[in-house]
């Protein structure tokens, strides 16, 4: 039997609950709404005053502003909860995993559909293979290889810093756990500041003071 309750209908002690959800969420977490928001909508859109609006079983719903060339409309948007939840009491557990899941970094495969990324990275394979593999006979340069190899090993040094900040912050801030921010750790370390920017971005978001509610 169920409760009597369909996956769109919610009694008044839910709604209740809903409502404390909603506004813990704002309040609290809103680097996790900012993220789920984001997730199913183009990268380069830039969106403020989000909120989470309501919450289903069967789904999560915001509203937020979006400027276009120098236009603004408030917006609204729909997350579907696939599966749905079969009670309120499932929705913590799923709103950590969403927050942990959006806020990962981008697979190595990702990494590559960004031209700076895919430009650093390549930048840094080729300033490895003339400093390790080759010599001043093999190759005429600008500058001698021991100089070159001294410019890829100080600009690893600095990604490999840029890692651990990023790491801390994803660990510290971003309360994702050691293994994605390891995770977090290791992709920046492989093209440094894009990435680093990403997860300055979720801090920033995570640490800013919320707008009260009326």
């Not at 009670?87 to 995993?97: D, G, N």
């Amino acid at each position: 039997m169920t409760d009597g309750i369909g996956k769109n209908e919610l009694d008044e002690q839910q709604q209740k609950q809903v409502s404390r959800i909603c506004n813990h969420m704002n309040q609290d977490h809103m680097v996790s709404v900012y993220a789920m928001i984001k997730s199913m909508l183009p990268s380069s859109s830039k969106i403020s005053n989000y909120k989470m609006a309501s919450v289903s079983l069967d789904k999560v719903e915001f509203s937020y502003v979006e400027c276009t060339q120098g236009m603004c409309a408030m917006r609204q948007i729909t997350l579907p909860l696939d599966p749905p939840l079969e009670s309120m009491k499932e929705l913590r557990p799923r709103l950590i995993q969403l927050h942990r899941q959006l806020l990962s970094p981008p697979s190595i495969v990702s990494i590559f559909t960004e031209p700076i990324c895919t430009f650093i990275l390549v930048f840094m394979i080729i300033l490895g293979y003339i400093s390790y593999l080759m010599t001043d006979e093999n190759l005429v340069l600008v500058f001698p290889v021991p100089v070159v190899r001294r410019f890829f090993l100080l600009t690893q040094l600095a990604h490999i810093l840029e890692g651990v900040y990023g790491g801390y912050l994803a660990y510290s801030t971003l309360k994702l756990g050691m293994l994605i921010s390891l995770q977090w750790l290791f992709t920046i370390s492989l093209v440094g500041y894009p990435m680093t920017s990403k997860v300055m971005e979720y801090s920033n978001i995570a640490t800013a003071i919320p707008n009260k509610e009326e």
